[in-house]
C-alpha cells in the first residue's frame, strides 16, 4: 500500500490540516466507522467503483458516491463502506478552515456527505482526471494544491474565530457561549453568526467534539489505559457523562475502544 501526506505550505496551512494520498489499499473488513473530529473533508476518489455512505446502523439506508465529493461536519459516527484496490486523494480542512474555499454557509454542510458538483461544478471532477494522469505524488499534490489557492478567497471577518477555536482545542472543558464572546470582544449574536458561515457546528457541539477527540488522542499515547485519569484529564467529572459522549460520538463504550480501533485515528474497522 501506498500511503503519502502532505503538509501544505502557506498560505494552505492556514485552513488544511494535510493532504492524503493513498494506492493499492486492500483492507480486511467491509466498513469502517469514521469518527467525528471537527473537520470537513474533499475526497477524490480514483476509482470508478461506487463508494457508499450509510446512514442507519442496520445499513439499509445509504448514498453512493464516485469521482469526488465533499463531507461536512457530522455530530456522530458515520460508516463508509471500504473497498478492495482503493486509491484516492483525501484534503482535510481545519475546523473553521474551509469557508474560504466554499461559497454557501459552512452549517449548509453539517451532516451531509454530497458530490462534489454541488459545490465546485465540474471543477474537482476534471481535476481529478488530470490527476490520474500524474503519476508523479508530489507533483499530485502541488497540483493539488494549486487547485485550492485558486479556489482561496480569505476574508477578515472571521479573525476572531481563530482565538475561539484555540482556547476550544486547548481547553478540555466546556465553556459557555457568552465566555467565548467575551473573549472574542464580540456579541453572542456575532458569535453565533460567525459559526454557521465559517465553523458549521455550533461552540457547544464543537466543544464536545474536541474533547472527544482529546480523548482518544490519549489513548493513542499511553501503554496503559487509566480511563478515570483521561476523563478527569479532559474535563469530564462525571463518569456517566463521559460514558454518554464516548458511546455518541464512536458507537462503543471507553473499554470496546482499545480492541476495537483501527490503524489510522478516527477509523474504526467493521469485520461482522
Request: hydrophobic fraction near 35%; charge should be negative; aromatic fraction near 14%.
Amino acid at each position: 500500500m501506498t500511503f503519502e501526506t502532505h503538509i501544505p505550505a502557506a498560505p494552505l496551512s492556514k485552513y488544511i490540516e494535510n493532504i492524503v494520498f493513498y494506492a493499492d489499499y486492500f483492507p480486511e473488513f467491509f466498513l469502517e466507522k469514521l469518527l467525528p473530529d471537527g473537520s470537513i473533508y474533499l475526497l477524490i476518489d480514483f476509482k470508478d467503483e461506487p463508494k457508499k455512505c450509510f446512514h442507519s446502523n442496520d445499513f439499509t439506508e445509504f448514498e453512493s458516491f464516485t469521482k469526488s465529493y465533499v463531507s461536512g461536519q457530522h455530530k456522530g459516527f458515520i460508516y463508509i463502506e471500504s473497498t478492495n484496490d482503493s486509491s484516492m486523494m483525501v484534503v482535510q480542512f481545519k475546523a473553521g478552515g474551509a469557508s474560504p474555499f466554499f461559497d454557501c454557509p459552512i452549517s449548509e454542510m453539517n451532516e451531509c456527505v454530497r458530490h462534489s458538483e454541488y459545490y465546485f461544478g465540474d471543477g474537482l471532477n476534471n481535476l481529478r482526471s488530470e490527476l490520474i494522469g500524474i503519476e508523479d505524488i508530489p507533483a499530485k499534490f502541488q497540483r493539488m494544491e494549486q487547485f485550492l489557492l485558486d479556489r482561496l478567497h480569505p476574508t477578515d471577518e472571521n479573525t476572531p474565530l481563530e482565538l475561539i477555536l484555540d482556547l476550544l482545542k486547548n481547553k478540555p472543558f466546556q465553556i459557555s457561549t457568552r465566555e467565548l464572546a467575551e473573549t472574542a470582544g464580540i456579541s453572542q449574536k456575532h458569535l453565533i453568526s460567525l459559526f454557521d458561515r465559517h465553523v458549521g457546528l455550533t461552540p457547544k457541539a464543537l466543544t464536545r467534539i474536541f474533547r472527544f477527540q482529546q480523548v482518544i488522542q490519549q489513548v493513542e499515547e499511553q501503554e496503559t489505559i487509566d480511563w478515570l485519569q483521561i476523563a478527569i484529564d479532559c474535563g469530564y467529572y462525571d463518569q456517566s457523562h463521559f460514558v454518554k459522549d464516548f458511546y455518541t460520538f464512536s458507537g462503543i463504550n471507553p473499554s470496546q475502544y482499545p480492541e476495537a480501533r483501527g490503524e489510522y485515528l478516527n477509523y474504526i474497522p467493521v469485520r461482522e
